[in-house]
């Protein structure tokens, strides 16, 4: 997989180039590390301020204000003249936009783990193989010796995947930078918002990703499987692999863990999975279910050993041995998982995924990461340092019957 084709406009191969070696060289910096970088960057001085020889700014702000995929919201932030005279005076961050990337990626490794590709419209439009074909073990290939060979055909869903924007203003007033500049503390207030905001953008875009429902609006809500409806959204694993609403007839496989320990759920829901056809290698779960694994190890720890992979460069994470191979197993912070009412004994439960990474996408319109405004300080007669973080994305699950979840008793 190679995501660092992106490109903030088609015709601008030198910016790929540079992002690529840029991407190349701090792989490896740890949050930390990256939060100084945007420090350095935002403070660095006159001289090596960021240039736009290509005139990339003005020729993605003319995009980005006509296209009829940008929210009319959008679009009036965008246009930080008020009159809209000069049509450019928002300028690409393009220095910041590696390092705020990385601690995006940090912050969500799934965002980097699994296929990118760009949408084909406003929203992208698919098949969603729900059935190979409807044949018995053999029934379809077997012939006579000049017999008429037999036509067979997938079931497919025609559907349609949702492209959702995600954007986040963040700025700080003069009168705050002059303060905290007067004060002596060691810290750039504007850089801590933009770092801030990345935060907030992981947050929301893993939290759709694994909740979104907009689709069914129908018995929908935060405590069931459908998850909250919200139509500006796009589906997410939960009710996507749960077969509920829209995939109703999907075929994704589901297992409600009950004398099972987890680590022998997987390992089930894993072979369930390939015996589908699918070929699983990623296990997403919560920091707690991670923890149950790992407690269920301990006993074992002697011939079983660390067993860890890297998932990305200066990622890395645990596996889970099944019948035929490893597992990656990515844990996610925080509560964006979520928890719902099991609706066979109105249990609370969480999701464990296991998912063939190579049928899940993450489908763009325009970037295939984000992209940073920065609105020049007073053009609109405001006294303040701001900054805009936007992107669009979608989540396509060509094949939900090479996929499975766990349902696991909340903790």
């Known amino acids: 997989m190679d995501t660092f084709t992106s490109v903030q406009h088609p015709s601008d191969r030198d910016y790929v ?43 993605m702000l003319a995009e980005l204000r006509s296209a009829s995929y940008i929210p009319d919201h959008l679009k009036a932030i965008l246009d930080s003249t008020g009159g809209g005279s000069s049509g450019g005076s928002v300028m690409i961050r393009q220095d910041l936009e590696v390092p705020l990337y990385l601690l995006f990626v940090k912050t969500f490794p799934l965002f980097e783990r699994i296929r990118h590709a760009p949408s084909n419209g406003l929203v992208h439009a698919a098949n969603q193989v729900t059935a190979v074909d409807g044949q018995s073990l053999g029934s379809s290939v077997l012939s006579g010796e000049l017999s008429t060979v037999n036509y067979q055909q997938s079931t497919y869903n025609r559907v349609s995947y949702p492209i959702a924007v995600f954007g986040t203003g963040r700025g700080v007033s003069f009168k705050e930078l002059a303060a905290v500049q007067a004060g002596g503390a060691a810290y750039n207030p504007a850089q801590t918002e933009l770092t801030n905001g990345m935060i907030r953008m992981a947050t929301d875009v893993q939290y759709v990703m694994f909740q979104g429902n907009a689709s069914t609006s129908s018995g929908a809500g935060a405590a ?55 070929n699983p290698d990623l296990v997403v779960m919560s920091m707690n279910a991670k923890m149950a694994f790992d407690q269920e190890q301990q006993p074992n720890q002697r011939w079983n050993g660390p067993n860890e992979g890297e998932i990305i460069p200066g990622v890395k994470c645990s596996r889970l041995n099944w019948a035929n191979g490893t597992l990656d197993i990515l ?73 499975a979840k766990v349902r696991r008793i909340a903790s």
């Open 17 to 59: 180039r540079n992002r690529r070696k840029m991407l190349e060289a701090t792989w490896n910096l740890n949050k930390m590390q990256l939060d100084r970088q945007v420090q350095y960057l935002r403070d660095a001085p006159v001289a090596d301020a960021p240039r736009d020889d290509s005139g990339l700014g003005r020729k």
């Open 224 to 278: 069931t499987e459908l998850g909250a409806y919200n139509q500006y959204a796009f589906d997410g694993f939960r009710p996507v692999i749960g077969s509920q609403g829209t995939y109703s007839g999907d075929n994704a496989i589901q297992i409600d863990q009950s004398t099972e320990n987890l680590t022998e759920s997987l390992q089930f829901g894993t072979t369930e999975v390939a015996n589908n056809g699918g």
């Open 331 to 403: 844990p996610v912070p925080g509560n964006t998982l979520g928890t719902y009412t099991r609706a066979s004994d109105s249990a609370t439960v969480e999701d464990a995924y296991i998912l063939d990474s190579n049928t899940c996408c993450l489908r763009w319109l325009y970037a295939d990461s984000f992209t940073v405004l920065q609105i020049p300080s007073g053009v609109d007669g405001a006294l303040s340092d701001r900054s805009i973080i936007f992107g669009m994305w979608g989540l396509e699950i060509a094949a939900p019957l090479f996929c």
